[in-house]
Structure formats: structure tokens, C-alpha cells
């Protein structure tokens, strides 16, 4: 609605098989917690940057995770020829390394992200279990309760807030090598 929006965060490039990039984020984020369609337009910056107006089109959604029957809250957005930078740099992060890293309790990561920007922590547990708190629509509509399992928790009071999600989450190293996908916190 034009009272309220919602925005989140495009989070890093990757490829598909056939060498094609898209933008990983979040299902939340990118297709509007299972609603969206596919071709869907995807727009950058967020509604909530646009007073709740869409703004470039940058990608079309392209496949997305169904929450609640995967254990992931994440879609890929195929992206449109021209439309940003296409070498994966992530502001204040970097090209993040082509290869992922295990986590690790004690291993020092960092993310960049829409409303809190760069921050940093390390992982407090693995394979933890998390119920999330949805709303169907962007502040309003039913709400609903996903759990997740094998999931990573950040010892950070201030690692993310509202609008990070979406964020890649990396080793805090030279490399950056990924190491999750930000979407949910919490205190």
C-alpha cells in the first residue's frame, strides 16, 4: 500500500548452469513470501528508497524456494542485460570468493546490508533450530510461523535489522568466502 512498504536486500550474484546471473535474496524479499510470480519484475532500489514507488527494474524472479516445504527462505531473480554491475561486488564487502565455506561456531563473518550496511560478528551455534514470524502481506495479512532446522545463529546484537534480509553473509577474511544467506533476526 502507499502507507507502508517493504524492501529488503538484493544480496550477491551468482550463476546458473548456462552461465546466466542472477540476484540471490530472499523468497520474503524477492517473491513476496510465495505470492510472487515468475518473470515477476524486480525492482532496485526498494520500494521503501522510492516512497513505496517502483523504481528501475533490474531482474525478473525466476525461482524461489516455497517457505514452509523447503528449509530456505531464498529465490534467485534472473537479471536484465545492462541493468547493474555484473562483476559480483558487494558494497563494502567486495567480490565475495567463488567458493563457500563451512560454518563454523567461532568463525568471524560479515555482511553488508540495506538498512544497517556493513556489519560484522561470528557465528555463535550451527544447526540450530528457529521458528520465523511471517506476515503475508507488508504489514498487514495473516502471519504465520515457519520453523527451520540446521540453521546458523550470528552473536551480534546489531548484525541486521528490518531490510537485511537477503544479505550474503561471508567469512570475515580476504577471500569473503560465502557462507550463508541473512533472513531473519532477532534479539
Not at 532500489?45 to 524456494?65: K, Q, R, T, W, Y
Not at 531464498?74 to 541493468?83: F, P
Not at 548484525?159 to 550463508?180: H, W
Request: hydrophobic share 35%; glycine share 14%.
Amino acid at each position: 500500500s502507499r502507507a507502508f512498504c517493504c524492501s529488503g536486500t538484493l544480496g550477491s550474484l551468482v550463476r546458473d548452469g548456462s552461465g546466466g546471473l542472477h540476484i540471490l535474496s530472499n523468497n520474503h524479499v524477492l517473491a513476496r513470501k510465495n505470492q510472487g510470480t515468475l518473470g515477476e519484475d524486480v525492482s532496485q532500489p526498494g520500494l521503501i528508497d522510492n516512497s513505496c514507488a517502483v523504481s528501475e527494474v533490474v531482474a525478473d524472479l525466476s525461482a524461489f524456494a516455497p517457505l514452509g516445504s523447503s528449509n530456505v527462505d531464498a529465490a534467485i531473480a534472473a537479471l536484465r542485460d545492462g541493468a547493474m554491475r555484473t562483476d559480483g561486488n558487494i558494497l563494502d564487502i567486495g567480490v565475495p570468493s567463488g567458493t563457500t565455506l563451512a560454518p563454523a561456531v567461532g568463525l568471524a563473518v560479515a555482511k553488508s546490508g540495506r538498512t544497517t550496511g556493513y556489519t560484522s560478528g561470528s557465528i555463535g551455534a550451527v544447526n540450530a533450530s528457529v521458528n520465523v514470524q511471517y506476515q503475508q502481506g507488508c504489514g498487514n495479512g495473516r502471519k504465520f510461523v515457519v520453523n527451520y532446522t540446521n540453521q546458523i545463529v550470528i552473536n551480534s546484537g546489531t548484525f541486521s535489522a528490518g531490510g537485511d534480509s537477503g544479505s550474503l553473509i561471508v567469512a570475515d577474511n580476504v577471500s569473503r568466502n560465502p557462507v550463508g544467506l541473512l533472513f531473519a533476526g532477532s534479539s
